[in-house]
């Protein structure tokens, strides 16, 4: 957007009938500055062009600097009303208490005038209502929606619902969502608790007839809460309650170490016994993975027979910095050196962290029972341990010593400073001193080495012995070697001096200011010291070796009957689980069985008697308390329990989402031994739960016009191998009860079938009722049901039907279809086809369809989606058989949502040109289209200069059809001196030579515009000075100049939009809505323009509200004025097409003289009217050198003056008092509204 700022002293004082706009609110305006000259326009007068900031400007470009307005007590005025006047478009900028002028602002069109007194806080007519905060309108807003907040709190609630709703993290939370949703949807789980078949009655009984007051809502809420999802925990809640509690463990089902109860300390200075060290486990993997393992159990009591960690050394000393150079003595006519400054010292060194010592060697003794742990050995004490419904354990710690870290290295010193050198008291016309050179700085230094790290000790000896193999269980032993300490980090090196300043005197003169040349000294400045290198790392102390462990079971009389490196393990390999009834699917409330359990003894002892194996229930399976005993079972050897346990899937509520149900249940075995589970038994198992019947596909049209019957389609689909339904040995029954929307008639069924029969409710007319009476294993069914579209359905309005699917009277699955109550095409004598799609909304529709009945048109409906495209069917890649093409010369075809790949390129033209398309001749009919480009559409590359969004991609659709210009490879080049992109050359050099080629083709046929399609440029030398550009295609526009196109950036509609047209006649022009009616009131044909203007009979009147629309500026147009503006733009258009003739002018002279009482009331808006076209009539004779052109201005000009005498004749006399009318160019958004067809490359600054 493009702004100028006036420096004149004076300008046209504004309109008494204006009235300044009084600011509410502080907001400011910023955006760029660029200033350039306008000589002619305004006579030596500098202008400065404000460019709005967002729009593609960079900082720093030439001549361009930052700007702003703040509005703080200012008053905008306007300067003028009259469209003559270069200040029509212009405001004026005052200090509210001195009145004193601050600035002048001048536009392109009433847009950006409305955007940037928007953005300076004006209220007023054409402008955003007084109460709407200035900081929250965006540049294209003109009315804030009320309900704004009330929508905004919506959306936050439909989120924290939707958070509520998602999958809980733990029991307590999922019983509290489970009832949070039994509350929300108790009503409905009282209507829909069970399926209630009415009496049946077949459905080909009943007598169809139209419903137009629906007997339910028809909103469709999903009938029932949602299904809980849950996590399911491991075993027993106070092994899951572990787990929880530290979830950063060693492997994924980790627990947390509890602090022990009671620790004994042992250190004793034992010698290890290297038989019963032979023996013993030393495999490091074992080692560590019974290490983990006791880590991970809750301690009771705590055995500390480990090592003690080694300390870490201490980091070494920083260096001292090193000295600043001093000035030497000042003597007269002698040098005056400055010492150097003095080298940093090193870093002293990190010492080395002290090794860990090795942890004790225990023999222990165990006996009693789980609920007293008598220990003796090495050391004697009863641990209290709980029972077997306790899962501590005791703990035995014989880990190494850690080693301790090393010390990190001491820093280097900093390097000394230079001295600057000093200057004698050199006077003017004397010696000065001969030298003085600045002193260098000191070398940094070297940073310490890091120290070692400790080595760590030993892991211990652990040796138990016990009658009563089952108590190993309670015991639980790392053994591990201690780490080693980590090594030291090196200190950092010192950094350098700086060296100093120092002269040479080149004679007399007194020293200015600093600077390598200063008055008769040159400088020679000192170097700057060194930066030392870093300080070495230190070595890292050694791991410690690992211990061992020895499990010894020893007879009454103590002498030792086996023993193993590793205790006794039991691990789960294989589970089977099925459904009682097996069909292959589980489904919830199902009862499953679980077999063929099988058990390994991983460890190194037999596994002893007393271990149990059960199942526990988990949140999504119960099962029944069964507990199996296991025998002994030797080690490696696998033993498959001969127990089936049974458990059931826990049900689930009714769906809340459509689809089918599909989630997923788990559980593990438990094997125990006096309460401390086996942590390898606990398999994962998981089954996916899911119900044997759904809906496989719901079909129907996603169009269906007023009182067509369209075919319901719904598959059900067998996942089972069991049938389903009423035959025998089925696995239940299946029923589907069908909900329509009110407009939604039924028919009966499309065919007879014995799979299913259908049944109504004759209390609820629109819900029916199917009973399947035989799906087979894994087949599909598909059951139809005819319905009509009601005769009154509102178009476009959403027709929305639900399918429940029941089992066993249970709901199980909801879906959703819907279909469009879409137009039918029936072909007339319509103003306007307007052209829908699948993205033309109710809302949408009704907007338009009110707009086009206040201009008083009648209009035809196409609907893409409904016919399968526009210009052929997609399905057949045929014509339509019923078509619009050539149904529409001379009328106007509108199309929001505009797509232009079902849009063939030669329908746009015959729309146009009718037959004489095909010819070398065209002929204009009248005709008009205005194209709402969607806001999806391919942007193409920027390849001429006309590269804006809309504009371009229909100057690029239309250019597929257009003629093109054979250009030679060898033409398509020029001459260079320097090569392009180097020097005064540019680095696009045929941009130049396509705009004189272009400016050629305008010239040789002025009636069509030329463009650059496509081009592939390829730089390269051919001659000693010429250059080839490489290929170019350029075509000529298939449309005469004089065509109605408008193109629209956008989809023409927007929410305010319709609050605008439903709640006030006084429209904003500037807002969306404004020039939406603009446009659209352009591309009418030319009659139903002048039906506005002209006083209609009663009968003949529109029955519409007149609407009146406000400029910025304060002006007023009504209805009839902006019709008026139109006709003019059009019928001045007609000269672009350099026939000769003046249809147009005709057609309205011609009218008017027939018609002439009817436009009396009207008479000074058709004196505005011509005094525009007179204007515009010079505007474009200016862009023109042609004689058919000039032939058509004088026709023009004829008409005009006919016009007059008649207007004399039935005494209308033009009022001087009336203001202007402003021009279309004016009232149009140009950056959002093209004429792609129009384009002039002759002329830089060309509107036409």
């Known amino acids: ?667 593990h075995p438990r094997i125990e031994m006096l309460g401390r589970p086996f942590e390898k038994s606990f398999l994962q198992q998981t089954l996916v739960v899911q119900y044997p019947i759904k809906t496989a596909f719901l079909r129907c049209r996603e169009n269906l016009g007023r009182g067509e019957v369209d075919v319901l389609e719904i598959g059900l689909q067998n996942i089972s191998g069991l049938p389903y339904g009423d035959c025998p040995g089925s696995g239940g029954t299946v029923g589907l009860q069908i909900h329509l929307d009110a407009r939604l008639i039924p028919v009966g069924s499309s065919s007879v079938s014995t799979t299913y029969s259908v049944t109504y409710d004759p209390s609820i007319r629109d819900s029916l009722y199917v009973r399947v009476h035989e799906i087979l294993p894994g087949k599909t069914m598909k059951v139809e049901i005819a319905v009509q579209m009601e005769s009154c359905a509102e178009l476009f309005d959403q027709c929305h039907w639900e399918a429940d699917l029941y089992l066993r009277d249970k709901l199980i699955e909801y879906n959703f279809g819907k279909m469009c109550v879409s137009s039918t095409y029936h072909p007339s004598l319509a103003d306007v086809l307007f052209i829908t799609s699948q993205y033309t909304t109710q809302k949408e529709f009704i907007f338009w369809r009110h707009l086009l009945e206040n201009m008083g048109a009648s209009v035809d409906f196409w609907d893409i989606q409904r016919y399968n495209g526009l210009s052929l069917d997609s399905q057949t890649g045929l014509p339509h058989p019923v078509s619009w093409k050539g149904r529409y010369e001379g009328k106007m075809i509108l199309f929001p949502h505009c797509d232009l790949e079902v849009f063939a390129p030669n329908d746009i033209i015959h729309h146009f040109h009718g037959p004489s398309a095909e010819g070398e001749v065209l002929e204009d009919l009248n005709s008009s289209l205005v194209l709402f480009l969607h806001p999806s559409s391919p942007k193409l590359p920027n390849q001429s200069k006309h590269h804006d969004h809309a504009d371009r991609i229909v100057q690029y659709h239309l250019g597929l059809a257009g003629p093109r210009v054979d250009i030679p490879q060898e033409e398509y080049s020029g001459s260079h001196f320097f090569s392009p992109g180097s020097f005064f050359t540019s680095t696009t050099p045929y941009h130049k030579w396509e705009k004189k080629r272009l400016k050629r083709l305008e010239e040789e046929v002025p009636s069509q515009s030329a463009f650059v399609l496509q081009r592939q440029p390829f730089l390269q030398k051919t001659g000693c000075l010429t250059w080839s550009y490489g290929n170019a295609d350029i075509r000529r526009s298939p449309l005469l100049r004089s065509c109605k196109l408008l193109v629209v950036d956008g989809s023409g509609y927007k929410d305010e939009d319709e609050k605008l047209f439903s709640s006030n006649s006084d429209i904003p022009l500037a807002s969306n809505f404004g020039q939406t009616y603009l446009a659209t009131m352009y591309g009418l044909p030319l009659m139903c323009k002048l039906k506005l203007i002209k006083t209609l009979p009663e009968d003949q009147r529109p029955r519409t509200t007149a609407l009146t629309f406000h400029l910025p500026n304060g002006m007023t147009l009504s209805q009839a004025e902006l019709a008026a503006i139109c006709v003019v733009h059009e019928i001045a258009d007609e000269v672009l097409g350099c026939k000769g003739t003046s249809g147009r002018m005709v057609m309205f002279a011609d009218d008017l003289a027939n018609n002439v009482n009817a436009y009396i009331p009207s008479g000074q808006i058709v004196h505005c009217m011509l005094a525009l076209l007179d204007k515009e009539l010079v505007i474009r004779k200016k862009s023109l050198h042609n004689f058919r052109a000039h032939q058509s201005i004088s026709g023009i000009k004829r008409s005009i003056s006919q016009v007059l005498q008649v207007l004399c004749n039935a005494g209308i006399i033009g009022s001087a008092d009336t203001l202007p009318f402003p021009a279309l160019k004016v009232l149009l958004n140009n950056n959002a509204f093209y004429f792609p067809h129009q384009h002039v490359h002759s002329l830089e600054d060309s509107q036409y």
């Open 1 to 667: 957007m493009t702004l100028e700022l006036s420096t004149a002293a004076e300008c046209t004082e504004v309109s008494r009938h204006v009235s300044p706009s009084i600011l509410t609110e502080s907001t400011s305006y910023h955006g760029y500055v660029k200033r350039r000259t306008t000589v002619l326009r305004r006579w030596k007068r500098q202008w400065i062009s404000i460019v709005e900031g967002r729009n593609n400007h960079r900082d720093g470009c030439h001549g361009q600097v930052p700007f702003s307005i703040t509005t703080k007590d200012i008053i905008v005025q306007h300067l003028s009303l009259n469209s003559n006047d270069d200040n029509f478009l212009a405001i004026r900028v005052l200090c509210r208490n001195t009145r004193r002028e601050i600035a002048r602002l001048r536009t392109d069109h009433i847009t950006h005038l409305h955007c940037v007194m928007t953005a300076l806080g004006c209220t007023g007519p054409g402008l955003p209502p007084d109460k709407i905060p200035r900081s929250s309108i965006p540049w294209d807003r003109i009315t804030l929606i009320s309900n704004d907040m009330v929508i905004q709190n919506r959306t936050l609630q439909e989120l924290e619902d939707a958070h509520f709703l998602g999958s809980p993290a733990t029991s307590s939370q999922a019983c509290i969502q489970l009832e949070a949703k039994q509350r929300r949807y108790s009503e409905e789980l009282q209507l829909h608790s069970e399926c209630c078949i009415p009496d049946a009655c077949p459905l080909t009984s009943l007598s169809v007839n139209p419903i137009c007051t629906p007997s339910r809502c028809n909103e469709f809420r999903p009938p029932l809460g949602p299904p809980v999802f849950v996590v399911t925990n491991v075993g027993h809640r106070s092994y899951s309650h572990m787990i929880s509690q530290n979830p950063s463990s060693y492997d994924e089902h980790a627990r947390s170490p509890k602090n022990s109860k009671y620790g004994i300390h042992t250190h004793k200075n034992n010698r290890r016994n290297a038989a019963v060290f032979k023996q013993s486990c030393r495999d490091p993997a074992l080692i560590k993975e019974t290490a983990i393992r006791a880590l991970l159990k809750r301690h009771a009591y705590t055995l500390q027979a480990n090592g003690l960690s080694g300390c870490d050394g201490a980091p070494g000393q920083k260096g001292h910095n090193g000295t600043h150079g001093h000035t030497g003595p000042y003597e007269a006519g002698s040098h005056r050196p400055s010492t150097d400054g003095g080298p940093g010292e090193c870093g002293g060194s990190g010492e080395r962290g002290k090794n860990g010592t090795d942890a004790c060697d225990v023999i222990l003794s165990l006996s009693g029972d789980s609920e007293q742990l008598q220990v003796s050995g090495t050391c004697q004490f009863i641990a209290q341990l709980g029972g077997e419904n306790s899962e501590e354990v005791l703990f035995v710690n014989c880990r190494g010593g850690d080693g301790g870290n090393g010390g990190r290295g001491g820093d280097g010193g900093h390097g000394g400073d230079g001295k600057p050198c000093s200057r004698g008291d050199n006077s003017p016309g004397e010696v000065g001193g001969l030298e003085g050179r600045g002193g260098n700085g000191g070398d940094g230094g070297l940073g310490g080495r890091g120290g070692d790290g400790g080595h760590a000790g030993c892991g211990g000896l652990c040796v138990l012995h016990t009658v009563n193999e089952a108590l190993f269980i309670l015991v639980e032993v790392d053994c591990r070697g201690g780490m080693g300490g980590k090594a030291g980090l090196g200190g950092l090196g010192g950094n350098g001096g700086q060296g100093a300043t120092g002269y040479v005197d080149r004679g007399s003169g007194d020293l200015e200011c600093d600077g390598y040349v200063i008055s008769n000294y040159v400088c020679f400045p000192g170097h700057a010291g060194m930066r030392r290198r870093h300080g070495a790392g230190g070595i890292g102390g050694h791991t410690g070796p690992d211990g061992g462990i020895l499990w010894v079971v020893d007879s009454p009389q103590g002498e030792c009957l086996y023993s193993a490196g590793t205790r006794y393990d039991a691990t789960v390999t294989t589970v089977r689980a099925v459904a009682v009834t097996d069909d292959g699917i589980i489904e919830p409330n199902e009862c499953i069985a679980v077999s063929c359990i099988s058990v390994t003894n991983s460890g190194g002892l037999p596994l002893p008697l007393g271990a149990v194996c059960s199942i526990p229930s988990t949140e999504t399976v119960k099962f029944e308390l069964i507990k199996f005993d296991l025998p002994t079972i030797q080690p490696g050897q696998t033993f498959e329990i001969p127990v089936t346990y049974y458990g059931r899937i826990f049900d689930q509520p009714p769906p809340n989402v459509p689809g089918p149900f599909v989630s997923s249940a788990e559980f």
